[in-house]
């Protein structure tokens, strides 16, 4: 089984519906980032968390919003849905225990959620 | 903050060739550079990374080298194979309290048969 999933893996929106995205992870991670990927600009990170008290902004957190409902859900919501959103969107964790641990600065992604806003 | 500027953004090779794509940062205090492949349909996968105390790493067909001193990094992939060709993003950290990780634009490898 995948350790980090995401829900739904595609969706299509119009303008201005409020959209959520959903990942799980079983890994145990404490730390939950969501990122999304556009052609040409690589990822780039919308909000991190550190737990379910600790929650961030990122780089393009405009028109997002985020919630931790348990160390092992991280859900991302669009309140209203914008053509410029239309992006593929990732999930990911990691494992900050141990910093001399080489799965310290690993991030561990799920597999993604195409959205298309219309 | 960090920026990451990676090229090149398509790169096609024959089967068997090498492959190098370079990567430069710009925040002296980024002391980890890891490098993600991302497969057709799949979340991007960590595949080897660096530390800044180190000039060169290798894992069989794989390598990569940074200098510190021009803040460039680059991945070489001797012998390539048809499963190579994939999207690969270079990214520069500063595993402070945050692990705040900049990535690439990432390039898009073709290894033709």
């Known amino acids: 089984d995948a350790d980090v999933t995401q829900t739904p893996r595609n969706r299509i929106t119009k303008t201005g519906k409020r959209i959520m995205l959903e990942c799980s992870q079983t890994k145990g991670h404490d730390r939950m980032y969501w990122y999304r990927q556009d052609p040409g600009l690589g990822l780039r990170l919308i909000y991190y968390?550190?737990?379910?008290?600790?929650?961030n902004k990122g780089e393009i957190s405009d028109g997002y919003s985020v919630s931790r409902q348990a160390q092992a859900k991280f859900s991302l919501s669009l309140e209203s849905a914008i053509p410029n959103q239309t992006a593929l969107y990732f999930c990911?964790?990691?494992?900050?225990?141990?910093?001399?641990?080489?799965?310290?600065?690993?991030?561990?992604f799920g597999p993604g959620t195409r959205l298309t806003v219309l | 903050g960090e920026n990451v500027e990676q090229h090149p953004s398509t790169l096609s090779v024959q089967e068997g060739d090498s492959a190098v794509i370079k990567c430069t940062y710009s925040?002296?205090?980024?002391?980890?550079f890891p490098w993600y492949k991302q497969e057709l349909g799949k979340g991007p996968q960590l595949i080897i990374d660096?530390?800044?105390?180190?000039g060169e790493k290798k894992d069989q067909r794989i390598a990569v080298t940074l200098n510190k001193t021009a803040k460039h990094f680059s991945l070489h992939i001797t012998e390539t194979q048809p499963e190579d060709s994939a999207v690969y993003f270079c990214?520069?950290?500063?595993?402070?309290?945050?692990?705040?990780?900049?990535f690439g634009t990432g390039t898009k490898l073709q290894v033709i048969p």
């Open positions: 990911a964790t990691s494992d900050p225990r141990d910093r001399y641990s080489p799965l310290y600065n690993e991030q561990f």
């Open positions: 925040d002296s205090a980024s002391n980890y």
């Open positions: 968390s550190f737990d379910v008290k600790d929650i």
């Open positions: 990214a520069a950290s500063n595993p402070g309290g945050y692990q705040k990780v900049t």
């Open positions: 660096i530390r800044s105390n180190v």
